[in-house]
Structure formats: structure tokens, C-alpha cells
């Protein structure tokens, strides 16, 4: 297995209360693994005998940018923290999976309970079943808006344009054909709430929101399914809760009660 994540964050100062930030990002994981998936107690033997060997690959890769631009200066009298910017990504997922096994089987396929030697397998067999490519384009605006010396209220807003693009490949030997896929997503997302400063380490809120999302992503979805027109998922939430910080800032309280209905 390998994980690699690497960001480049650039930020400047346009002008008093003016600020512009830049973060470049990537990730690439990479797995490869193997797993016995049946294990059977041979009584007469008193060994267990191991089977069904399942392997699984998966080497994924994203790039982005984010942009944002920082303003915290007043509107009026009130203290405002506006924040809008842009996100751009794009992640290719290459999937294979062996769910039949190996016909030949490990070197040392029935062991002991204790002290076994695990073997090693003969060969590494694995499809490559599933790529799926997804490029998402979102822009975003945040707003804390300081309405008195103690109460604020906080807004957020994205929009995202998805385009993902799915290739099951064809396999002759489980009868499967090729077979592509590709679906746009617009989802919104909102939220609203207030948030009052009891003290200056203790402070209760309430907040509402709304959110849009893919029912489920391509690289998820079984063969069968994957040219299903699946609507966007939405769902709401209402939340109320308190925070506090105590023993000088080194332990912080939070407790709340919400709802979430999709």
C-alpha cells in the first residue's frame, strides 16, 4: 500500500483586509492486497483448510486547485469575514479485483490453528475491471456577519458541476461486456445558523442546512447498474449545540442535539 498527499499553499496580501490564497494539492493511493476469504476445520486432520483467495487492486489519482479570496473588512458598522472562491479536481480510479480466486492453490494450504507457516501464493492474477475518471469544478462563499459584540451570523453556499465517466471493462470469462457510463451532477449546498458568544470561551448555536450529493459515486456501482440514471441524493439538517473551552484551553466541551432527514 502507498499513500502519497502533497500541497503547495501560496497566500498574499492584495490590501488591508484583502487577502488572496492558493492551495495546489494531489494524492495518489495505491493498493494491492490478497486475502484468504474461506476458512474450513478439517476434524480428521486437525488442520484448517484456507481457499478462496481474494485479491483486490487499486491505484487512484487527484490533482486540484483551490482558490480563495479573504475579506474581513466591515460592512457598514458590523464586523464581516467574507471567504468565495474556486475548486477544480480531477481523480482517475483504475480498480481490479480476482473474485474467483486461484485455480492453483497456496503452498501451504492446510495449516495448524498456532504456530503455521502463512506460505506464499503461486501467482497474482488480477483484472483490471474498472476506470473511472471524475472532474469537479465548485464554487463556494462563506459569510460571518458580526450582527452585535456578541451574536454572529454565519451563512455558506457551493455549487458544483461533476462530470464522471465510467469503463467497466470487458471480461470474457465471468460473460461480462464493456460497458461505459458517464453522468453530470449539479448539486447545492447551503447552510445558515447563529452563533452566540455566552463568554469568550463558551458560546451556543443553531444552524440549518440543505445539501445535494451523487446517490452513489461510478466506481461504486455494481456492473449491472452502472449505466443507471441515478437522481441527486438531498437531504436537511437542523442543528443546536454549545462548545466550551476550559483548564486554560487544554480541554474543550461540545454537546448537541439534530436532525437529519434524506
Sequence with gaps: SVNIRLRLLAE?????G????????????????ENFERYRWNSATQL????????????????????????DRPVG???????????VSRVRYFRGINPGGFPDSPTTPNVPLVNFDPGQLRSYAITRDRDVVVETAAFFAEDALKLTRSLT??????YDAIDAQRTTRADPTRAIAELRAAKK????????????????QTAIYASYSYAQEPASQL?????????LDLPLQKGVQWEVGVKTTFWDGRADFTAA??????
Excluded: C
Aim: glycine letters at 6%.
Design 153 to 158: 451570523a454565519v451563512a455558506g453556499f457551493r
Design 48 to 71: 484448517v483448510q484456507r481457499d478462496f483467495i481474494w485479491q483486490a487492486y487499486r491505484n487512484d489519482w487527484m490533482l486540484g486547485d483551490r482558490a480563495e479570496l479573504l475579506v
Design 12 to 16: 498574499a496580501t492584495l490590501a488591508p
Design 77 to 87: 458598522s458590523l464586523e464581516n469575514k467574507f471567504l468565495a472562491g474556486l475548486d
Design 18 to 33: 484583502l487577502r488572496l490564497r492558493n492551495t495546489l494539492y494531489g494524492v495518489h493511493h495505491f493498493l494491492q492486497s
Design 257 to 262: 442535539v439534530y436532525r437529519i432527514d434524506r
Design 219 to 227: 466506481v461504486s456501482l455494481p456492473t449491472a447498474a452502472a449505466a
Design 185 to 200: 451532477y449539479k448539486p447545492v449546498t447551503w447552510r445558515a445558523g447563529l452563533v452566540e458568544a455566552l463568554t469568550p
